[in-house]
Each structure stands twice: as structure tokens, then as C-alpha cells.
């Protein structure tokens, strides 16, 4: 499976300045996935990134909250801008493969970055 | 609306004994079905995953069973190991190109 390294790991920051994180895979990928899991809850997909084209963001996120760019095949970043302490949350990069046991898509997860607005 | 639910958040089970995790699901859609496990300061990892077209997969310690009709899933661990301790995540998707729904997650504590 791919191996995913993102940074920063970890960062504070102070409310209404803005981040971006970013994301490098060792091999060339059509998606990348951005995840976010708020403190306690389950992980919400907030857009896939796709080369050469804008991203697809779901239901709840916006493009002006969370400009992504995937400038390669390897390679995206993730900017959340204007934050809040409600931002405060792991946000993951994610790639998906194909389990051959089963068919199903299984996700492989970069180690996370874990902003916390003050 | 909570597609994917693991009414259970924590878990305590002693070393060697078995582990038994659950996961519901509401959407009748969903064909595919994933566990993953997630260590702190870690990206979950995936476990072991299961079609709809079979009630059991196994993959050394860990099985997993599904009961479409109950919408219910769970994974059994058996033995349980103290570096299973971890929060394990139950997800689901319609296709197999689909993205995956999870479940808020379950805090397994495995004791020596």
C-alpha cells in the first residue's frame, strides 16, 4: 500500500489566521481524499482531490473554507483558512486502493495533522 | 442522519480473552464493509474487509461477520493482545468505488 507522509503533524494556531497542510504519496495516484475527525467523533471526507481538475467537496464544505490544490500525482495540500476553534480537529490525507479479498475500496491514511485554534 | 453507528465507545476486555466489536448501518445500499484500527497520534490502518455476498472473513486473529438482514456487523479478536488497545472504526460503502461512511468508533483497552 502507499506510504503517505503529511505535515505539519501538529500546530497551534490563533483564530482567523489560516493553514495549509500538506500531503505527499510515494507513488502517482488519480485521488487524494482530505479527512477530518473533530475531538471524539468519526471521520468526515471533505473533498477529493483530483489532478488538473478543482476538487469535489461534500455537503457541509466549502472551497473558500478549505482551498485544496493537487498540483501532481503526488502531491496535495489542504489550506483551512480563516479558522475558528471549532476548526480544531485531525485533518488526514488519504489514498484509495482496491482489497482483493473483498473488491472494497480500502483507504490508506497519512499520520494526520492535528490543528488546534486558540 | 448517522449511516454508520458503533453504539458501544469503549471496551475492556482482559488479555487472551475475546474481543467482540459491533457496527450498524441504516443504508441497505451498502455492499462493502471495512474495520480499521487507530493508534494515537497515528492515520487509521486498515483491518480486514467484507463483500455482502459472505457473512464471514477471516484473516488470522481478526473475523469479521455481517448479517445483512440485521444490518450488523462485528469483528471478533481472538486472542486479544494488549497492543490491540487502539480505537477501531467500522466503515461502509455502497460500491466498491464509493467512499467509505464510518462509524464514530469503539476505544478497545486490552489488559495484562
Known amino acids: 500500500s502507499a506510504v503517505i507522509s503529511q505535515k505539519p503533524s501538529r500546530d497551534i494556531c490563533q483564530r482567523g489566521t489560516s493553514l495549509t497542510i500538506q500531503c505527499q504519496v510515494d507513488?502517482?495516484?488519480?485521488?487524494m481524499f482530505w479527512y477530518r475527525q473533530q475531538p471524539g467523533q468519526s471521520l468526515t471526507l471533505i473533498a477529493t482531490?483530483?489532478?488538473?481538475?478543482?476538487?469535489?467537496?461534500e455537503s457541509g464544505f466549502v472551497i473558500d473554507k478549505f482551498p485544496i490544490s493537487r498540483p501532481n500525482l503526488t502531491f496535495s495540500t489542504l489550506t483551512v483558512s480563516n479558522m475558528s476553534p471549532e476548526d480544531s480537529s485531525i485533518y488526514l490525507c488519504?489514498?484509495?486502493?482496491?482489497?482483493?479479498?473483498?473488491?472494497?475500496?480500502?483507504?490508506?491514511f497519512g499520520a494526520g495533522s492535528r490543528l488546534t485554534v486558540l | 442522519d448517522q449511516q454508520v453507528k458503533q453504539n458501544s465507545p469503549s471496551l475492556s476486555v482482559q488479555e487472551g480473552r475475546i474481543s467482540i466489536l459491533n457496527c450498524d448501518y441504516t443504508?441497505?445500499?451498502?455492499?462493502?464493509f471495512l474495520w480499521y484500527k487507530k493508534y494515537p497520534a497515528e492515520g487509521p490502518t486498515f483491518l480486514i474487509s467484507i463483500s455482502s455476498i459472505k457473512d464471514k472473513n477471516e484473516d488470522g486473529r481478526f473475523t469479521v461477520f455481517l448479517n445483512k438482514s440485521a444490518k450488523h456487523l462485528s469483528l471478533h479478536i481472538v486472542p486479544s493482545q494488549p497492543g490491540d488497545s487502539a480505537v477501531y472504526f467500522c466503515a461502509a460503502s455502497a460500491t466498491a468505488g464509493n467512499m467509505l461512511t464510518f462509524g464514530g468508533g469503539t476505544r478497545l483497552m486490552v489488559k495484562p
Open positions: 443504508n441497505s445500499m451498502f455492499d462493502y
Open positions: 482531490a483530483n489532478q488538473g481538475s478543482e476538487a469535489t467537496y
Open positions: 507513488s502517482q495516484v488519480t485521488m
Open positions: 488519504s489514498v484509495g486502493d482496491r482489497d482483493v479479498s473483498s473488491g472494497a475500496n480500502v483507504l490508506t
